[in-house]
């Protein structure tokens, strides 16, 4: 059973650091993807950030693009997004997503955390 359990959280100012994390329990796939979706309220569910974990290439949305960053520990099977130059835009619950074969859209993502607050003010 795959579980991904998401931590590091909480309120920041603008212009603050944040790194979130994600610890995979269950997931043995050696390819596939991970990755961090969000969603603010009244908004869909949007990809931040991803890694395709076979060949590491990495995805990053436009609006975060230069200021955080996805990284993966495989021997501890985490997953993490450094955030820096935090904006208030980035105010939003942060989840934890896999899946075997793809991540580009959270229709594709069989497997969420519970999620995470980030909450930037200005």
């Known amino acids: 059973q795959v579980q991904l359990v998401e931590s590091g959280g909480g309120s920041v100012q603008a212009g603050g650091s944040l790194r979130l994390s994600c610890a995979a329990s269950g997931y043995t796939y050696s390819g596939g993807c991970m990755g961090w979706f969000r969603q603010a309220p009244g908004k869909e569910r949007e990809r931040v950030a991803s890694i395709y974990t076979g060949i590491s290439t990495t995805y990053y949305a436009a609006s975060v693009k230069g200021r955080f960053s996805i990284s993966r520990d495989k021997i501890n099977n985490t997953l993490y997004l450094q955030m820096n130059s935090l904006k208030p835009e980035d105010t939003a619950m942060y989840y934890c997503?896999?899946?075997?074969?793809?991540?580009?859209?959270?229709?594709?993502?069989?497997?969420w955390g519970q999620g995470t607050q980030v909450t930037v003010s200005s």
């Open positions: 997503a896999a899946d075997r074969f793809s991540c580009i859209s959270s229709s594709d993502v069989h497997y």
